[in-house]
């Protein structure tokens, strides 16, 4: 076993390398890892973590660490899986799978993010298992006190990154991974989507509703109805005749487009993408060198090999033709990749058919065989054996090896198609698919989740679960995709929504409708309270994301990250942080109109999201508090010394956008940066941005309201008054206060 250790001198990251690992760009290139001499880990790291960066054991062809977990151990971490936010007690699989059933039981979800937060009684680590391959994290479910990680390859990387606590580890993590993208400003409005708008009269009725309801929203998405033969990179010009008249009447209304894009590129000579795929030898192959075919929605398929920097270059380029329609933002869909099933696979059915009867009404027993081989055929892992990639450093590898970087590669097309076509543009995309640095190019959507009340709960995990492996752009389909949804469903989850980065309301053919106002005037009246106050939140979600990107700490977060050393919220499965002053505890039961709620140490401000006029306020000491919340309401609390900003609602009579309000709620000193810039370009990066500074500061017996440009551009600083409304630690109006901005 060929073993190198080194480190990023003094930086606190030490990497293991076993054999020849395959490099999957999850680390930032620039990152320099010199060989290490001698070891000597911080203090804070605890010992039985310093030993994994001993060789591991070696069974056969799987590499296997094992570390002792004691009663009292908690770990974070593993991105998109199920279970709770702790991770112990289960047994995951990191490898990429279409599965729409998310199941207690399911081991593996859409993608791989092999990163781990440790906290033991002698300290706290991360570790990160950097292989594009199959990995299994055993955390306590074979053995209570064992965490097993194992890796059926001979070729890996193992990151240990140390820290003092939890949030410099997660800090460090994201040094190594580098920053997440910046989306477009608009990715944070209200997103209405549903698989079946038919076609672009659909579409335009979808936005008359919306206006007529009032509701605001940034994006509609279009799936696979807008293709013509689900072919991808087309639009149907029977059901989209005039694609870009459609476009530019939505963009009239402030709504954007954003279509989803498949892998799989259907089978037809004279179908442009397909004849130049197969022609320049873009697409995945078997190893006799044939190409190989995966059935997906247009029937068989040829899968890009976004490997090959030719074929990604290429695939990235395509976005341009929907773009130029009109089309501004991308979702990237399928890329596990998922097969429906190969020829091989058919084969197999078919034989199992034949074998047991030339006549389908005599089935009987036999059914039950028939079945088994049916379920088995799609997103079989023998296909992902028999496929071959092109790699740049490892010549051609079997997609097995490297399967939980398809949707990554693809991400990466897509980035890099974009800013050669729209240079200077921000993009817009979200995968299902994902790996670990692909937030570097994209956000996520959770995939297809169902309308349970469980799978809003599995919401938060995931939210805050992603947050610590880099992802701080994420959310689920609100309302559920699969299943029918209820209005009392809609309502609670569109006000979990107003709370995640990303927020959509999607929904499968066939399932109810579930647009806001596809329920009752009670399911419509809540749903919009909660999405203006999502709107009126903006400029506070907009600052924090870019604070979050700047330092590397996650938008949305586990208590534990902020109150690390309170035993109460590091299990805390049910609440989190949002941003850095808010905690949000929401209702995630049907028929409760009350909930306890754990308030870690310091005291807390209960704002009342429903009047944003945030006339009576409550404080409460830490603990346990049962709390009331209206059906219309999504408990909301402020930490002592900190401030949330907005604007006034939709609503409201006095819509003046560049009024900013400030609700601050202050014993000693709070600050809050509000950032603004074009939101639309890159010119950020050179200096085209403002921010605002918000401090509230206790001199003597007064209270001192400020706000200043701190840095930037005044002129892009679209507030010009601010109205402080400041309450003291006894939950009093101790001050109100306006500043008014020179220009
Ligand atoms: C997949 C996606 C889902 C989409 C559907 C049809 O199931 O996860 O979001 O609506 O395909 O394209």
């Known amino acids: 076993m060929q073993i190198e250790l080194s480190s990023t001198d003094s930086e606190g990251i030490f990497r293991l390398r076993i054999g020849d690992p395959f490099p999957t760009s999850s680390v930032c290139s620039h990152r320099v890892f010199p060989k290490l001499t001698n070891l000597s880990l911080s203090q804070d790291t605890p010992d039985e973590v310093g030993a994994l960066l001993q060789p591991p054991s070696s069974e056969g062809s799987e590499l296997r660490w094992e570390l ?17 936010i702790n991770k112990r007690g289960g047994r995951y699989r990191m490898y990429a799978v279409d599965d729409h059933r998310h199941t207690p039981d399911k081991s593996s979800l859409y993608g791989a993010h092999n990163f781990l937060l440790l906290k033991t009684s002698q300290g706290v680590a991360g570790l990160f298992v950097d292989h594009p391959g199959e990995v299994v994290f055993d955390v306590g479910f074979t053995q209570r006190d064992r965490l097993v990680i194992s890796v059926p390859d001979q070729n890996v990387d193992l990151y240990i990154i140390e820290g003092s606590d939890l949030i410099g580890v997660v800090k460090r993590f994201m040094k190594l991974v580098g920053r997440p993208w910046m989306p477009p400003r608009w990715a944070f409005g209200y997103h209405q989507s549903r698989w079946g708008y038919r076609d672009s009269k659909e579409v335009l009725q979808v936005a008359d509703a ?16 807008y293709m013509d033969s689900f072919k991808v990179f087309t639009t149907s010009d029977e059901r989209f005749p005039d694609f870009q008249s459609f476009a530019s009447s939505l963009k009239a209304r402030d709504i954007r487009l954003v279509s989803i894009v498949d ?28 190409i190989f075919k995966a059935a997906v929605w247009p029937g068989y398929t040829h899968l890009p090999d976004f490997l090959n920097p030719a074929a990604r270059a290429w695939w990235g380029t395509l976005y341009k033709k929907l773009y130029r329609l009109g089309i501004e933002g991308f979702w990237n869909d399928m890329n596990e990749p ?84 729209a240079s200077g543009q921000r993009l817009f995309l979200i995968s299902r698919s994902s790996y670990i640095g692909q937030h570097r190019y994209g956000g996520l959507w959770t995939g297809d989740n169902s309308s349970w009340w469980d799978h809003l709960r ?32 809609l309502v609670r989850w569109t006000q979990l929504g107003v709370f995640s980065p990303f927020l959509r309301n999607h929904s499968a053919l066939t399932t109810r409708r579930q647009e806001p106002w596809a329920f009752d005037s009670k399911t419509l009246d809540e749903t919009r309270k909660a999405i203006y106050l999502r709107y009126a939140l903006l400029p506070y979600i907009y600052s924090e994301y870019r604070r979050s990107r700047e330092e590397g700490v996650p938008l949305v977060r586990m208590l534990a990250l902020d109150f690390e050393y309170d035993a109460r919220a590091q299990r805390v499965e049910d609440q989190f942080m949002f941003g850095q002053g808010l905690l949000i505890a929401p209702i995630l039961h049907p028929n409760l109109t009350e909930r306890m709620v ?121 507030y010009k008054r601010v109205d402080f409304i400041v309450y003291d630690a006894d939950g009093q109006v101790a001050r109100r206060s306006v500043s008014v901005l020179k220009d």
């Not at 296909?383 to 071959?388: K, L, P, V």
């Not at 900190?642 to 006095?654: G, I, L």
């Open 68 to 84: 002792g977990l004691d009663v009292g151990d908690l770990i974070y971490g593993l991105g998109q899986t199920m279970g709770g």
């Open 263 to 290: 892998p799989g590129v259907k089978i037809q000579p004279g179908y442009d993408v397909y004849d130049e795929g197969k022609e320049q030898g873009y697409f995945v192959k078997h190893s006799d060198g044939s």
């Open 458 to 489: 599995l919401h938060i995990q995931h939210m805050v679960s992603l947050g610590v492996c880099g992802f701080f752009f994420v959310g689920a389909d609100i309302g559920g995709f699969s299943s029918d949804c209820s209005g009392e469903l």
């Open 598 to 718: 754990y308030l870690p140490a310091g005291r807390w401000l209960r704002w009342r999201t429903l009047h944003p006029s945030v006339e009576g306020a409550t404080v409460f000491d830490s603990g346990d508090r049962c709390i009331e919340v209206a059906s219309d309401e999504i408990p909301v609390f402020l930490r002592e010394n900190h401030m949330v900003c907005f604007v006034a609602p939709p609503y409201a009579e006095d819509k003046e956008s560049s009024r900013l309000r400030v609700l601050a709620f202050v014993s000693d000193c709070a600050v809050l940066d509000v950032y603004a810039d074009d939101g639309l370009t890159q010119d950020f990066e050179k200096g085209g941005y403002a921010i605002l500074r918000l401090k509230v500061e206790r001199r003597a017996n007064d209270l001192i309201c400020e706000a200043y440009i701190h840095e930037g551009l005044t002129t892009l600083c679209p």
């Open 338 to 421: 998922a097969v429906f099933f190969s020829s091989e696979g058919m084969a197999e059915l078919t034989e199992v058919f034949r074998s047991h009867t030339n006549d389908p009404q005599d089935l009987g027993i036999e059914f039950l065989d028939f079945m088994k081989t049916l379920n088995s055929i799609s997103n079989n892992r023998d296909d992902y054996r028999a496929m071959r990639q092109a790699s740049e450093t490892h010549g051609v590898v079997s997609q097995e090896r490297v399967h939980n970087l398809y949707g990554f590669m693809m991400a990466k097309a897509t980035a890099e198609g974009f800013a050669s076509f």
């Open 210 to 225: 919306l206006e007529a309801h009032n509701i605001p929203c940034d994006a509609i998405y279009l799936d696979l109805d």
